[in-house]
C-alpha cells in the first residue's frame, strides 16, 4: 500500500510540474529568508503561487524614502513585472511539456513511415491488411506536424518573453536604488507593451482542443459511492483549499480542508452547513463561493464561504429537475454546474429541447442566462460530462469501460464524435469536473477522490 507522503509527491508531480522558482534581487553581503525581519535589510514584498510553482519578490525595506510617490511608482510597476514572470513560467510549463508529447508523435510518424515503406516494396501474403492499419495511423499522426511547429514557434516566444522581463527587472532594480531618473515613462510604457504581448500569447495558449486523458491518480478513499470535491480555480495565491461534498441528496455539509496535503490525511477539517440541502454533485466552488442545485428543484444556489449567507439564488428556466434528466447513472443529477476558461457554466435538459443537453452560460454574481446553446445529445444518455475552453465533453458511460465520444462547441456551435479513453479505475463515476488552474479534471469514482491530468493543442489556423 502506497504511503501518505508517496500519494503526495505523485500529487505534486501531476499538478505542479516544475521546481520552485525564487525571483529577487541580491545584494553583496545581504542575504534573505522568507519571513525575514525588516532590520535584517530585506523583507519579502510579495509573493504569487501558482499550481505549477511560486513566485517570490523581495525588495529593500521600507524606510522614510519609500513614502516618495515615485519610489511606490516603481515598486508597483516592479511587482506588475514580477507577476508577469510568474504567468512566463507557468507558459513555459505548459509549452515545454505539451512540445515533448508532441515530438513524440513526430518520432512515431516518422518510424511509420519507414514500415510504411518496407511494407510496400515486400511481398508477404498479408501485405494489404499491413498497409491499411498503416496508412489508418499515418493519417492520424499527419495533421500533427504543424502542431509541433506551432509548439516550436511558441517555446521560442515564451523565451523571449522570458528574456525581455529580465532585462526591465533589472532596469527596475537598478532605477529603484537611484529613486527615480528620466527613464521612468519609457520604461512604463515598456512594461506595458510586454503585458499586452503577454495577455494575447497566454490567450492563445491558455485554451485547446482536448486531445488525451491521463492515467488517474487516486488521491484519497472516503465517503460513500456517489460525491464531489474539487479546489477553487479562481483562489488569490496561496490559498489551496480543497471542499468535500458526500453524497447526492438530502445532505447540507461541506467540508473545508486547508491543503491538498491535509486533505489526504483527513485532518484538521472545517465544515459549513448549507441553509439547503444540495442535489446531485455538479457544485462547484468559484471564485469563494459554493454554487448548488438546491434539493428537488431548478434553484441555483450561490453560497458566500465568508459571509457563510447565500448571497444570491435564481431559478434555471425550463431545466428539468428531480431525476427528470439525469445523467445514466441517476443521482438527481439533473442540472450540473461546471466552471472552465471562460466562466461559469450549467448542463441540463428541458422539455423544450425534447430531453437533450441544453447548455448555459451563467453571470456569476447574477446567476442570470448569459447565453445558452441547445444539443442533440440526451441527457439520459450521458454518463459524465465537463467542460474545457467552450466546449463541453461528454463520456459514453459511467462505468466499466469508459471514453469521452462526444464536443460540442459553443464558438462554432457545431458538434463532433471522438473517441479519447477515460481509465475509468474504480468502475462508477459520479462527478467529473474540470479546473482550469490546475488543468486538470477531478474526478469521484465509487468512493475515490482522483484525479486526471489532460492534453490541450490549440488550434491552427
Not at 13 to 42: D, F, K, N, R, Y
Not at 210 to 221: A, F, M, Q, Y
Not at 231 to 260: K, L
Request: net charge negative.
Amino acid at each position: 500500500m502506497e504511503s501518505e507522503e508517496n500519494r503526495h509527491n505523485v500529487f505534486v508531480l501531476l499538478l505542479m510540474g516544475s521546481l520552485l522558482t525564487v525571483v529577487g534581487p541580491s545584494a553583496p553581503g545581504a542575504g534573505w529568508q522568507a519571513g525575514s525581519a525588516p532590520g535584517e535589510g530585506w523583507q519579502v514584498y510579495s509573493s504569487a503561487q501558482d499550481s505549477r510553482c511560486v513566485c517570490t519578490v523581495v525588495a529593500p525595506q521600507q524606510t522614510v524614502c519609500s513614502r516618495d510617490a515615485r519610489t511606490k511608482q516603481l515598486r508597483s510597476l516592479l511587482e506588475k513585472v514580477q507577476n508577469m514572470s510568474l504567468s512566463i513560467a507557468v507558459l513555459d510549463q505548459r509549452t515545454q511539456r505539451d512540445l515533448q508529447f508532441v515530438e513524440q508523435m513526430e518520432v512515431q510518424l516518422k518510424g511509420l513511415e519507414e514500415t510504411f515503406k518496407l511494407v510496400e516494396n515486400g511481398h508477404e501474403s498479408n501485405t494489404a491488411r499491413q498497409y491499411k492499419s498503416i496508412q489508418s495511423k499515418m493519417a492520424a499522426l499527419r495533421p500533427l506536424l504543424p502542431v509541433l511547429e506551432a509548439y516550436r514557434a511558441d517555446a521560442l516566444l515564451v523565451a523571449a518573453f522570458r528574456e525581455e522581463v529580465n532585462n526591465v527587472t533589472e532596469t527596475l532594480q537598478q532605477l529603484q536604488e537611484t529613486v527615480g531618473g528620466p527613464d521612468y515613462h519609457d520604461l512604463t510604457a515598456r512594461v506595458d507593451r510586454l503585458e499586452d504581448r503577454l495577455k494575447a500569447c497566454m490567450q492563445r495558449l491558455a485554451c485547446g482542443k482536448l486531445t488525451g486523458i491521463s492515467e488517474p491518480v487516486t488521491i484519497k478513499s472516503s465517503g460513500s459511492r456517489f460525491g464531489s470535491w474539487m479546489t477553487d480555480p479562481m483562489a488569490p495565491a496561496g490559498d489551496t483549499r480543497v471542499w468535500y461534498m458526500d453524497g447526492y441528496h438530502n445532505n447540507r455539509f461541506v467540508r473545508e480542508y486547508q491543503s491538498m496535503s491535509e486533505f489526504m490525511t483527513g485532518d484538521n477539517f472545517t465544515s459549513h452547513r448549507l441553509p439547503h440541502p444540495w442535489s446531485g454533485t455538479g457544485q462547484v466552488v468559484y471564485n469563494g463561493s459554493l454554487y448548488f442545485n438546491k434539493f428537488q428543484s431548478h434553484t441555483i444556489i450561490k453560497f458566500s464561504f465568508s459571509s457563510g449567507v447565500i448571497s444570491r439564488s435564481r431559478t434555471l428556466d425550463f431545466a428539468g429537475y428531480n431525476n427528470m434528466y439525469h445523467y445514466s447513472w441517476g443521482g438527481h443529477s439533473d442540472i450540473d454546474l461546471m466552471v472552465d476558461e471562460g466562466g461559469l457554466w450549467a448542463v441540463y435538459a428541458t422539455n423544450h429541447n425534447a430531453g437533450n443537453i441544453v447548455l448555459s452560460q451563467l453571470h456569476p454574481d447574477t446567476l442570470q442566462t448569459v447565453a445558452s446553446w441547445s444539443t442533440n445529445h440526451p441527457k439520459r444518455s450521458a454518463g459524465e460530462a465537463f467542460m474545457i475552453c467552450g466546449t463541453l465533453y461528454v463520456t459514453n458511460g459511467y462505468s466499466g469501460g469508459t471514453k469521452v465520444y462526444y464536443a460540442y462547441s459553443t464558438n462554432s456551435s457545431t458538434y463532433e464524435y471522438i473517441d479519447i479513453p477515460l481509465t475509468n479505475k474504480y468502475s462508477h463515476l459520479s462527478m467529473l469536473d474540470y479546473n482550469p488552474r490546475d488543468r486538470a479534471l477531478y474526478a469521484w469514482n465509487n468512493g475515490h477522490q482522483v484525479l486526471y491530468n489532460v492534453t490541450l493543442y490549440h488550434i491552427i489556423q
